[in-house]
């Protein structure tokens, strides 16, 4: 079995030292590090003078390393079925598991995966990720009072992939916490910033924290001297689903905007097409900000505001007759070097033809993930519109009148719709504020009442929205509503 590159991060060793400092280490304590690669975890057991008869270490890895005799290495070993043949219990876990996603691993560690103890973690599916399988093993392995401190990624905090993990792992710990960075803790990844601390294993949850910092430097001080209070931030919350109302994806269908592979070369302003000579035709109106929903209608003339505006506003996606137009043979034949596509991209490679970006199918409105307004459907009446995949596209699921299209636009701007929306909200480790489209098919939507009149409404709240009266706008579609 072959270790996968991208897993090789390895642990800093003041960080290695505050997670091992965190646990302690008692007389009899059995320490297990179950992924011991260049032996972070190992240096700093060794510091606080673990001896090697007290600490198990595994890895894949078939290589020797120096801090091997540290500890009772066992190497070439994988550590999910090492966990399911051995008999030893331990009360210390440390680990910084590789972060691998399901979909890379073969079947024969599927099938490992799914033999694991501790399915309230949830399933280990296609969508998960090895860090998940080596939690549940190790659990599965930790004694009754035991500690665990494991570096797991952010997504620990927002995946879907980890939310049974996540809403059901401090039940299982006498005391848990949560030490959040907002800053990435390896120079190598955008990921890895929560370190976990679960202390006594099997007995009743009295205390779970959650402590958020700003830099690696903080949360390893944190971990070495104890938190302080003023770090300590609210669980995550993650709503359930409330099975009495409409939930948004019974009314729409919702979907990522369309993917280029290369914006630079796809995306282009008026400008760039006049200069490039490429006519209308080879090119798809689009829009490709949050910003450019400012209105409450999509329609041509809007559009045009933006082309005219010199907005990124042109999809290039010329079809067969169009690429045998000159200017745009020449546009296709051009190197990379000199604003040609990147074709090596795998986004663009996997296409049937590579310069015809797949659409999500025709919009009936569109959406932003990430507007500091909060998402609600933007209409759309200019049919060869699409978006790209800054913005999310709907369309009803069911032929409706413009007034009823509206009254649906106006429930995303009720304040129960609203108020669900900053409970999925899920912060990137770049800052990034974000609802996923998944998360927005669950927000359950209002069902609009029988009457005309919901475009004038419609129109008014959005304009109020877009002038930031956000309570204003909320006040009128909570009136329509009633
Ligand atoms: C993210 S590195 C962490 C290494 C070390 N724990 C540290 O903190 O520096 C992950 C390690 O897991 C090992 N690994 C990957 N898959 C494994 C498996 N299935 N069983 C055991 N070790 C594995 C890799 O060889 C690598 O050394």
Not at 278 to 286: C, D, E, K, S, T
Request: hydrophobic share 40%.
């Amino acid at each position: 079995m072959q270790v996968p590159k991208s897993c090789k991060v390895y642990t800093p060793d003041i960080l290695a030292s505050a997670v091992v400092g965190a646990l302690g280490d008692k007389p009899n304590d059995l320490w297990l590090e179950p992924c011991a690669g260049k032996g972070a975890f190992l240096r700093a057991l060794g510091r606080i003078g673990v001896p090697p008869g007290r600490l198990i270490a595994v890895d894949l890895d078939k290589r020797p390393e120096e801090t091997d005799r540290l500890a009772t290495t066992i190497r070439g070993k994988e550590f999910l079925s090492w966990s399911l043949s051995t008999r030893r219990k331990f009360s210390k876990i440390v680990a910084n598991p590789p972060f691998v996603s399901f979909k890379r691993l073969s079947n024969r560690m599927h099938d490992i995966a799914s033999r694991l103890d501790c399915s309230w973690a949830g399933t280990l599916t296609r969508k998960s990720n090895l860090w998940i399988a080596f939690l549940r093993a190790s659990l599965s392995l930790l004694e009754i009072k035991g500690d665990l401190g494991f570096i797991v990624p952010a997504a620990f905090e927002y995946a879907d992939y980890a939310s049974a993990l996540q809403r059901k792992i401090h039940e299982h710990f006498g005391v848990f916490e949560i030490h959040r960075c907002r800053r990435p803790l390896f120079d190598e990844v955008q990921d890895g910033c929560v370190v976990i601390i679960g202390r006594n294993y099997g007995v009743p949850n009295r205390q779970t924290v959650r402590y958020e910092y700003d830099s690696a430097n903080q949360l390893i001080d944190a971990l070495n001297h104890g938190p302080k209070s003023s770090n300590v931030r609210a669980l995550p919350s993650r709503p359930k689903h409330d099975s009495g109302k409409i939930s948004f994806s019974k009314i729409f269908r919702i979907r990522i905007g369309c993917v280029t592979g290369d914006v630079k070369y796809f995306l282009l302003r008026e400008t760039d097409r006049t200069r490039l000579g490429l006519p209308v035709g080879a090119l798809l109106p689009v829009i490709t900000r949050s910003r450019h929903l400012r209105t409450e209608m999509l329609n041509r003339a809007y559009w045009t505001r933006l082309r005219n505006a010199n907005e990124r506003i042109w999809l290039f996606r010329p079809n067969e007759r169009y690429a045998q137009f000159q200017y745009v043979r020449k546009y296709l034949r051009l190197r990379r070097t000199k604003g040609g596509c990147n074709r090596r991209n795998l986004k663009v490679r996997a296409r049937r033809v590579w310069f015809r970006p797949v659409l999500p199918g025709k919009p009936d409105g569109f959406l932003s993930g990430t507007a500091q307004s909060g998402p609600w459907v933007c209409l759309n009446q200019f049919p060869r519109l699409s978006a790209t995949n800054t913005l999310y596209c709907v369309t009803f699921r069911k032929q409706l009148s413009l007034n009823d299209k509206a009254a649906w636009a106006l429930a995303t701007l009720t304040s129960k719709f609203r108020k669900q929306v900053g409970k999925y909200l899920r912060t990137y480790p770049d800052g990034l504020v974000k609802i996923e489209p998944g998360d927005l098919a669950r927000l359950n939507i209002q069902k609009p009442p029988r009457k005309f009149g919901a475009i004038n409404i419609y129109r008014r709240a959005v304009k109020l929205l877009i002038a930031n009266r956000r309570a204003g706008a909320e006040g009128l579609a909570d009136q329509w509503f009633l």
